[in-house]
T-cell receptor, first 110, second 114 residues
Framework: QKEVEQDPGPLSVPEGAIVSLNCTYSNSAFQYFMWYRQYSRKGPELLMYTYSSGNKEDGRFTAQVDKSSKYISLFIRDSQPSDSATYLC??????????WGAGTKLIIKP | DGGITQSPKYLFRKEGQNVTLSCEQNLNHDAMYWYRQDPGQGLRLIYY???????QKGDIAEGYSVSREKKESFPLTVTSAQKNPTAFYLC?????????????FGPGTRLTVT
């Protein structure tokens, strides 16, 4: 069993919809939880990170962590075609190692 | 402009040849990383370095080698011992002080070995 599970999609939604992206994990020792966005043929870029359970909001993006269920989510409000990308969740295993989900490909249709 | 550069963007090699991928950063970051990305899989850590002249194996180090002689540079050599070298290779860096969650990536090198 992988330490981090993420549905690869693709997930296709119409412009303006609310998008929900999710990851589950098995290691209760994970502390930091990150969401990275990767455009095609580019390197990933950090969108958001959270340390504890709860919600963190940044503009149209909200990251949610539920440690009791070992479940994290990223919500995108008022989705735009420019949000079309692959979204990778990552979790910190040690001071220098992250464990990554497979990434979910998101397509926002105009 | 601060950032990470990787070269070349595309690389083609014959089986049995060693190849070195370049990674340079001007962010003054202490830590640097090499990942491999294959379709349908998450990023897998090959090697990482927390400080100059020191590096550690990641989960899939077999068939790869690195050096960290300068803070700015962390080249990766894909040797002929790597069984399946065709992949997208990503280099990243992060500030020190345990801020490994904040990784900055280069544009990647797509290596094709035939």
């Amino acid at each position: 069993q992988k330490e981090v599970e993420q549905d690869p999609g693709p997930l296709s939604v119409p412009e303006g919809a609310i998008v929900s992206l999710n990851c589950t994990y098995s290691n209760s020792a994970f502390q930091y939880f990150m969401w990275y966005r990767q455009y095609s043929r580019k390197g990933p870029e950090l969108l958001m990170y959270t340390y504890s359970s709860g919600n963190k909001e940044d503009g149209r993006f909200t990251a949610q962590v539920d440690k009791s269920s070992k479940y994290i989510s990223l919500f995108i409000r008022d989705s735009q075609p420019s949000d079309s990308a692959t979204y990778l969740c990552a979790m910190r295993k040690s001071n220098y190692q992250l464990i990554w989900g497979a990434g979910t490909k998101l397509i926002i249709k105009p | 402009d601060g950032g990470i550069t990787q070269s070349p963007k595309y690389l083609f090699r014959k089986e049995g040849q060693n190849v070195t991928l370049s990674c340079e950063q001007n962010l003054n970051h202490d830590a640097m990383y090499w990942y491999r990305q294959d379709p349908g899989q998450g990023l897998r850590l090959i090697y990482y370095s927390q400080i100059v002249n020191d590096f550690q194996k990641g989960d899939i180090a077999e068939g790869y080698s690195v050096s960290r002689e300068k803070k700015e540079s962390f080249p990766l050599t894909v040797t002929s011992a790597q069984k399946n070298p065709t992949a997208f290779y990503l280099c990243a860096s992060s500030p020190g002080g345990g801020r490994s969650y904040e990784q900055y990536f280069g544009p990647g090198t797509r290596l094709t070995v035939t």
